[in-house]
Each structure stands twice: as structure tokens, then as C-alpha cells.
């Protein structure tokens, strides 16, 4: 019997290995092996296909034993591996990049050595072997060791448990280490290591579903209806419209059917706030997943939903598409629109969204969408008849959608009116709000104090030495820190070029505007929300909760805060620079910029009262901005399409982007030529380049970028032969053999 698997290695290929005779009744698909692979190395694979025979070109060859069986039920199951194989396919990425992301690091242990460690705790337990009768006749007539007993064993009957942790003993009010030590030594307790589980769960509900106001009802028949003809369903609805509370009533529809479900949000600062809320309705039956939990805890909850009691419902970002669902019913995908759902780097650069729409396939489950800006690409499936849609377009409590205001800054700097990098309408918008007790928030799209550094004498500005980028000034750390690949230079007192000593900071990011919005507003508390200050595991939870319990009334942040945070007390949202969401070159930047400042002016508003956003703007002409005032998605939608139409642009085709990478650049630049024309022999005019990325030089590697802008109707079958007999001719040569590429399928 031989065995094909799949290594955590960035390889396409399986390789197979003879299943020794102790193992043919234990072994099976999705399950994991230890095999010997190289000069002396042992990596942990997951079994792909058994067979009885090997083919005709392996007769000859010496094929290797599978060294042990990890696990006597398989770790992946038959619908993951058939996501693996979808994913592998859809994204040209290795098997091998999808089951090195796919499985928590904990479980892919090497060199026969596991790295999941158990979490232990010592707890006392009266001996079961002694005679309760003669326990007292043990102790005697030490009051300290007999009080002690006593207490022990009432708290352990009211339990009805076995044990009590050592730490629960140390506190009680009549411990005493000698005692407790002689009730050990007597053999009257026990004193063990036992593991425990790192989970969370004993929670229990708190509170009943709230009941849907009627606008809520309608929206939620709807959803039902529509997922009896279509799979997939897009939940448009506006900021603060409730959308969370419908969620969860199709969450308890999943439960009474038996079924589980998948809650996908963007960030893990979403969790915060939603895990508190499916908590109090259903208590320990949701599991949290995402990159902030240590690898030990991931490799329980993988654990846990492999065993005969998994969590019901699990919340996490993209990652969590990975986890073995044995009876998936729903997957819900919050904020669909957002970017943060595709993978960048390392590869497989998925999409989480899509990827769970086919998992949900898989699974024979039903898929929601939600937003109150929808992807250009989800609204158009819409449209097509692919998605069902359903809109909810009041807010919840009849709570009034904000007033929009734009704010022409280059008129006010013209006229020497703007003293700050808040324009006078701002502050006096902020001022009114703050007196009446509400809070603020500002919404920077760029984080540092300065974007750039610049002598004033010859125009020298700080690069990274291993990017092509200029570096980003960082006060608080007196750094200036290159943002691709995070490396640090001292500010250097004079100019290198010319010894001036007038270098400028120019440009604004959020550290900055934080500086400068507490010297306006001394008497308030600001907090800032960005990738600087949420580096720590609770980082996101403080600043949330800060800002929730009002111990901070300003609040600044990058795009982090546009994404669905509830906050009921904002009377103002500032959108500081709002032109540098919109001029950037790539075709999908008016659609970011307009979801992003839609998004961010839904988090102003309270009951009986209209909220205010205030745009800042050194072009307020711009088409966009007059979509984003009469909250006109359909006509932006519009708009977008057809442009996108004229140019070709998704969803009217599809794009792959393809990288190709190396330390010298000539090379790179032979070799991005020479594997354009192998697939221009296929792809023809749809190929584009190669040229240079915004950014062609990070880490000390050169970049060349090619674009396979792909017809609808183009085969992906084909589409994937193509491009992988291409890239295997391309290696063959011998001076492109070690060069690197990389695809990014519908790059977004």
C-alpha cells in the first residue's frame, strides 16, 4: 500500500510513500503522518490518496516508509481537502503554501519533535482509595489540617466535582501550606497535574435575541426567501441599520437545524465588540479565531471542532475558513466589501470571501453577504442574478443618517483661513459636540507623524536602503521607519547631501494629527487607533473600551476605525486629507475612497439627534463626493460600471497578476520579458507588460509586474496550463532557474 501527500512546503508536486504494514487498518484520507523527507529531516504531511499500487515511473525508484501516525482520526476532513484542491487550482498556488496556511504551526511539527504543549494545572482531590470513615481518625486532632478537610470536601460536594485547582486552595480562609502539606503526606488529598483547556467554555447566555423592529422582520423574510432559490444572498444595508441583530437570528435558525456557523469579519477589532454580543445570547457555543490567539490555542480550537463537541459558531477573520466544519450550515461574511479579506503575502493570496462562498458550496450551506457598501463585484452579481439581494436602508431606532458636509481646504488656505490641519468648520463642529458630552472621531488614512522628511536646501529626502520608498518620521520613537519592510534609520541632524541643518517634515499621518488635536483640545482625552498603538494582544480591547466607556472623547485612527465598530455617542466624524483615498493609480480607488468615507461618516449619529461629517477636501468638484452626499450608492455603482466596461475592468474580466522577483535587476528584467512572450503565445493581447510595480524595489529585491487582464469566457482550466507550462519552460532555462514568481489571482 502507498500513500500520495501533501508537505508544508512550497511545493506542487505529492510524494509518495509505502504505508508500513501496522498502519493500512489506521491510516486514511486527511490524515496526519510523520515522514522523512531530504537529508535527514522529518516533516508532519497530511495523507492525499491511498493507493494499492505506484505508477510505472516510481517502480524503479526507492520509495521511503512513512515514519509514524500522528493521529488515529484524520486532522483535515474530506470537504477541507476539497477546498485545499480549489484553492491550489483557482489561485495557482502549491498544495503545499495551502496546507502550511491552512493548519495552526503547532500541529506541523518537525524533526519528530511536537511543538503543541499541552496546558497543565496541579489540583487536590481527596484520595478515592481512602475510607471516608477513618479519614477523621487519620487526621486527629489537628484543628488547622481538620478545618481545612472540611472545606475542601463542601465545595467540592457542592460541585460535584473531583477536584479544586491548588490556586482556589491557596485562597481559601483557612489554608495553610503545612496543613495542606501534611494532608498530602497522611494520603487523605492528592496533589496531580492534570491538562485543562486553554477555551473558554463555561459562558453562559446572559440574555434572549432582542426581537426584530419591523423593518428588521421584513429584511430578515426576505433573506430567508431568498436563500430558498439562491445560495448566496448580498444584505445591503445602511451604517447602524441593524444588520448584527438579523445575523443572529439566522444564527439560531442554523442551531435549530443542527447546524454550524461561520461569522467572517475583516479585522480583529470587529471581535471585540461582536464577541461580547453573540456571547450574551450564545454563551460558550462560539469559538473566537483569529492571529491574536497564540498558535497553542488555534491548535485547540482545531481540536475541538474535529471532536463530537465543537463550537457551534465560530468568529474569526479570514483564517477561520480553514477550520474542519463537520456540519456547516451558514456562513455569514461582515463588511464584504473590505480589502483586508484577501491574502497578500506569504502565498496561497486568497480571497477570503470568495473562498468561503465555495466553502459554503462544499458544505451544501447558504452564504450572506453584508454591507452598507457593497464590492463593485458582489453588487454586480446582484445585478446578473448570481446573488440574491435584500436592502435595509433605515437605521436602526430611527436614528437619522449623519449631515454631510464638504469642506474646500484649498480655498481656505488660499484665503490664510486654515490654522491648523483642521479646517475652522471642523473644530467649531468638535467643539459643540464635546460641550454637549458627546465624542469625536477623526478619521487619518496614514499613520506616522510625517510622510516625508526633506531638506529645505537641496530637496534630499531619507530612503529605505533595501525599498524604493521614502521613509515614514515616527515621533514618538524619534525613528523613521520604512513602512514595506519595517526597518528603522536614525533621523539624521544634518542633510548627507549638502550638511544643511533644515530638514522639513512634511505631510501628515495620524501620530501628528494626534499632537496637534490635544493641543487644540486640552481639557479632553484622545486616544489613537492605528497598526502603532495595536501591536499588543489586548491592544484593540483598551482602545475600544476607552473609548466605549468615554474615558477618551477624541478618538483618531486609520481605516481600522471605518470597519462596522458600534459606537453610540459620536456626535461628529472628521475625514482628515479625504483626496488621498481618491487619487491613487489604481482603477479600484474611487471605489475604496468612497466606501471608506461612507463607512467612516456611518459611525456618527445618535437616537433624536442627526450626527455630522465633516470631509476635507482640496478638490470637492470630484464626481465621488456628490454620490457620498446623497448617499447614491446605485448611481456610484453605476458610474463605476461603466467605466469599468470602456477599460475592461472587472467584473468584466479577470485579473492575474503575475511577479517575478530577484537581487539583480537586469535579470529580473530579461527574465519578466522573456515569460511575457511565452504567454502572449496563449493569452495574446490580454497580456500586459511586463513594466514596473508603484514600488519595484523591496527588501532588497527588484520587482517586474505582468497583467493577464482575462476574458470572462476564457477557460480556467486553460487558463492555469497555460501560465504553469509557461513558467516550467521559463525555469528550464538555465539563467532564469532560481529567479521567483508569484501570482496574485483578482488582485484587489
Known amino acids: 500500500m502507498f500513500a500520495d501527500v501533501i508537505l508544508p512546503l512550497p511545493l506542487s508536486d505529492l510524494y509518495t510513500y509505502a504505508v508500513p504494514a501496522e498502519m493500512r487498518n489506521k491510516i486514511a484520507r486527511g490524515s496526519r503522518v510523520i515522514v522523512p523527507f531530504g537529508n535527514k529531516r522529518y516533516y508532519t504531511a497530511i495523507i492525499y490518496k491511498i493507493e494499492d499500487t505506484i505508477s510505472k515511473e516510481l517502480k524503479d525508484i526507492d520509495i521511503k516508509e512513512i515514519h509514524s501516525l500522528l493521529n488515529s482520526q484524520p486532522l483535515v476532513n474530506e470537504q477541507q481537502l476539497n477546498l485545499w484542491e480549489w484553492i491550489s487550482f483557482y489561485y495557482l498556488s502549491p498544495l503545499g503554501d495551502v496546507f502550511n496556511a491552512a493548519v495552526p ?226 456562513v455569514i461574511i461582515d463588511e464584504e466589501h473590505e480589502i483586508s479579506f484577501k491574502q497578500q503575502d506569504p502565498s496561497p493570496r486568497y480571497h477570503a470571501r470568495d473562498t468561503a462562498i465555495m466553502l459554503a458550496h462544499l458544505c451544501n450551506a447558504k452564504t450572506i453577504l453584508g454591507s452598507a457598501t457593497p464590492s463593485l463585484e458582489s453588487f454586480y452579481n446582484t445585478k446578473t442574478g448570481k446573488y440574491g439581494l435584500v436592502t435595509l436602508q433605515e437605521r436602526y431606532r430611527n436614528i437619522m443618517m449623519p449631515e454631510i458636509q464638504i469642506v474646500n481646504t484649498f480655498e481656505l488656505r488660499k484665503r490664510k483661513k486654515m490654522k491648523s490641519v483642521l479646517a475652522p468648520l471642523l473644530i467649531d463642529q468638535m467643539n459643540q459636540s464635546l460641550e454637549n458630552g458627546e465624542q469625536v472621531i477623526l478619521f487619518r488614512n496614514r499613520r506616522g507623524f510625517a510622510s516625508l522628511v526633506e531638506c529645505e536646501q537641496c530637496a534630499w529626502t531619507p530612503k529605505c536602503k533595501r525599498c524604493d520608498v521614502s521613509l515614514t518620521y515616527h515621533k514618538k520613537r524619534d525613528r523613521l521607519i520604512c513602512h514595506y519592510c519595517n526597518a528603522t534609520y536614525t533621523l539624521p541632524a544634518k542633510c548627507p547631501s549638502c550638511n544643511s541643518e533644515n530638514l522639513k517634515k512634511l505631510g501628515q499621518g495620524t501620530e501628528q494629527l494626534e499632537e496637534e488635536v490635544e493641543s487644540l483640545f486640552p481639557d479632553y482625552f ?23 466607556s468615554k474615558r477618551v472623547q477624541i478618538l483618531i485612527g486609520t481605516q481600522m476605525l471605518s470597519k462596522g465598530l458600534d459606537f453610540e455617542n459620536v456626535g461628529v466624524v472628521g475625514v482628515i486629507s479625504a483626496d488621498s483615498l481618491l487619487n491613487f493609480p489604481d482603477f479600484r480607488s474611487h471605489e475604496r475612497g468612497f466606501q471608506l468615507m461612507m463607512q467612516a461618516a456611518g459611525r456618527a449619529g445618535r437616537k433624536n439627534k442627526q450626527g455630522k461629517v465633516i470631509i476635507q477636501s482640496a478638490d470637492p468638484l470630484q464626481p465621488v463626493y456628490d454620490y457620498i452626499l446623497n448617499y447614491d450608492y446605485e448611481g456610484f455603482f453605476n458610474s463605476q460600471m461603466a467605466e469599468r466596461k470602456m477599460f475592461n475592468y472587472p467584473p468584466f474580466s479577470r485579473l492575474i497578476s503575475i511577479i517575478i522577483k530577484d537581487k539583480i535587476e537586469h535579470k529580473v528584467e530579461a527574465a519578466a520579458g522573456y515569460l511575457a512572450e511565452l504567454l502572449r503565445i496563449t493569452f495574446g493581447e490580454m497580456i500586459q507588460g511586463p513594466g514596473k510595480p508603484i514600488v519595484s524595489y523591496i527588501q532588497s529585491y527588484h520587482f517586474r509586474e505582468i497583467l493577464i487582464k482575462l476574458d470572462n469566457n476564457f477557460s480556467l482550466k486553460k487558463t492555469r496550463e497555460a501560465i504553469k507550462s509557461a513558467e516550467s519552460k521559463f525555469h528550464s532555462k538555465r539563467e532564469f532557474k532560481y529567479i521567483t514568481i508569484q501570482y496574485d489571482v483578482d488582485r484587489v
Not at 156 to 166: A, F, P
Not at 263 to 279: D, G, S
Request: with cysteine; net charge positive.
Open 105 to 330: 504551526s503547532s500541529m506541523k511539527s518537525e524533526n519528530l519533535k511536537s511543538r503543541f504543549t499541552p496546558r497543565t494545572e496541579t489540583v487536590i482531590k481527596i484520595n478515592p482509595d481512602m475510607n471516608p470513615n477513618i479519614i477523621r481518625e487519620i487526621i486527629g486532632k489537628a484543628q488547622k489540617q481538620q478545618s481545612l478537610y472540611s472545606q475542601i470536601e463542601n465545595i467540592l460536594i457542592e460541585r460535584k466535582s473531583e477536584y479544586i485547582s491548588r490556586k482556589e486552595v491557596s485562597e481559601l480562609e483557612c489554608h495553610s501550606t503545612s496543613a495542606l502539606k501534611s494532608l498530602i503526606v497522611k494520603g487523605v488529598l492528592q496533589s496531580v497535574t492534570i491538562e485543562t483547556s486553554r477555551l473558554n467554555t463555561d459562558l453562559k447566555p446572559t440574555r434572549n435575541l432582542f426581537p426584530l423592529n419591523e423593518v428588521q422582520q421584513r429584511a430578515y423574510k426576505e433573506i430567508k426567501n431568498c436563500l430558498e432559490f439562491k445560495q448566496t444572498c448580498l444584505l445591503h444595508g445602511v451604517t447602524s441599520s441593524g444588520k448584527t441583530e438579523i445575523y443572529m437570528h439566522l444564527i439560531q435558525d442554523a442551531l435549530s437545524m443542527g447546524k454550524q456557523t461561520l461569522y467572517l469579519v475583516p479585522e480583529i477589532a470587529l471581535t471585540t465588540q461582536l464577541t461580547q454580543r453573540l456571547q450574551a445570547v450564545f454563551g460558550s457555543k462560539i469559538g473566537i479565531y483569529h492571529s491574536r490567539i497564540n498558535d497553542n490555542e488555534r491548535a485547540e480550537i482545531w481540536s475541538k471542532m474535529m471532536s463530537e463537541d465543537p463550537f457551534e459558531i465560530i468568529l474569526g477573520v479570514r483564517s477561520s475558513i480553514f477550520l474542519p466544519f463537520n456540519k456547516l450550515g451558514l
Open 526 to 548: 484622545v486616544g489613537r487607533m492605528d497598526l502603532d498603538t495595536t501591536r499588543g494582544k489586548d491592544a484593540y480591547e483598551k482602545i475600544i473600551d476607552d473609548f466605549q
